[in-house]
């Protein structure tokens, strides 16, 4: 039953990817639509990482303590100095291996 779920998903996101993306067909999305549809990817990013960047042990945790929060703060003040995607991601991840060490 997994592996049938997985194989269904799989074929769902290659059609509508394929449909989407594949210059021969006749399928064009309007502007308003591709507008619209640029703002998914950074929804579905942020509804992921709130969660792991804002709570710990089932309450709200700002505090220096947390590692996931200083790192996310200054991933966001280096992509939005930088516009690099790469450099923002390497010091992010720099300064929470280096932070997880110094608080261990």
Avoid: E, K
Wanted: net charge positive; with cysteine; proline share 5%.
């Amino acid at each position: 039953m997994i592996t049938l779920t997985l194989l269904t998903m799989a074929l769902l996101v290659f059609a509508s990817r394929y449909l989407l993306l594949d210059p021969r067909l006749p399928l064009r999305l309007g502007t308003a639509s591709q507008r619209w549809l640029g703002y998914s990817a950074p929804a579905v990013m942020t509804a992921l990482a709130a969660p792991i960047v804002f709570v710990a042990d089932s309450s709200l945790n700002l505090t220096v303590a947390n590692p996931y929060f200083g790192c996310a703060l200054l991933v966001v003040v280096t992509a939005r100095l930088t516009a690099n995607t790469l450099l923002s991601v390497v010091i992010g991840m720099g300064t929470f291996f280096s932070w997880t060490q110094w608080l261990s």
